[in-house]
């Protein structure tokens, strides 16, 4: 998980280092006509800042240190049935517990940032596919933490996207020509901010633009080897 959404704005995001443990346990179950899949993950990492060195002939120098540590359960259903209708339901939900190095202190307000921080992040999908040709894809992504100092401008980085996409294959398909080397799929999406950084107006301060300034639509062709 990274900090999309905001950072400190004293220092940059800086580097990973070091090692980072990842596991999952996942629990996978074939019915033929169906399946599911479901499991737990988490990783842990520790992320060096760095600041801006007072030294002109220096950029940065080493700054603290964060830790982050992962926490996440994911799903998944799908139906096949004879592959004229094929139905996919996803749902995904992360917490990062976050210890910080440095708690900076806002200039303004005089608060100072806490020593330990949660991050959530959620998202929930659907995909509907008929005879393996045109499909729909909708989803729903929602982030949010709060820190009154790190997350500029408001303190908290609450976001809710709205994501849905057509598309269509003209061949790709299993019985299709030169299966599965030959493939296309052309795409329509539009992706939709409902709140950035906590609202939906002047999301980055006082006069700037609204969450569905950030809204975009992309049409794209894709071909996979």
């Known amino acids: 998980m990274q900090d999309r959404l905001g950072q400190d704005p004293q220092s940059d995001p800086g580097r990973f280092f070091g090692l980072a443990p990842y596991w999952r346990l996942a629990y996978l ?3 033929k006509t169906q399946f599911f ?3 737990i993950y988490g990783m842990s990492a520790k992320r060096q800042l760095a600041v801006t060195s007072p030294q002109p002939l220096q950029t940065e120098r080493s700054g603290p240190s964060d830790s982050l540590t992962d926490i996440g359960a994911d799903a998944m259903y799908e139906y096949l049935g004879n592959r004229e209708h094929i139905v ?6 992360v917490r990062e517990s976050r210890r910080y190095g440095s708690t900076p202190t806002n200039p303004f307000t005089g608060a100072v940032a806490p020593a330990r921080a ?3 992040e959620l998202t929930l999908a659907a995909t509907y596919v008929f005879r393996q040709s045109y499909g729909i894809t909708a989803a729903v992504m929602r982030s949010d933490s709060q820190d009154p100092v790190r997350y500029y401008p408001f303190g908290r980085t609450t976001s809710k996207v709205r994501y849905t996409e057509l598309f269509w294959t003209p061949f790709g398909k299993e019985d299709s020509w030169a299966a ?3 493939n296309l799929r052309l795409s329509a999406v539009w992706n939709r901010f409902d709140k950035f950084n906590g609202g939906t107006q002047n999301v980055f301060g006082p006069f700037s633009p609204n969450a569905s300034a950030l809204d975009w639509f992309q049409i794209y062709a894709q071909v996979t080897f």
């Open 88 to 93: 996919q339901l996803r749902a995904n939900a």
């Open 118 to 120: 949660t991050v959530r």
């Open 37 to 39: 899949g479901g499991g």
């Open 29 to 31: 179950h074939d019915m």
């Open 180 to 182: 599965p080397w030959a």
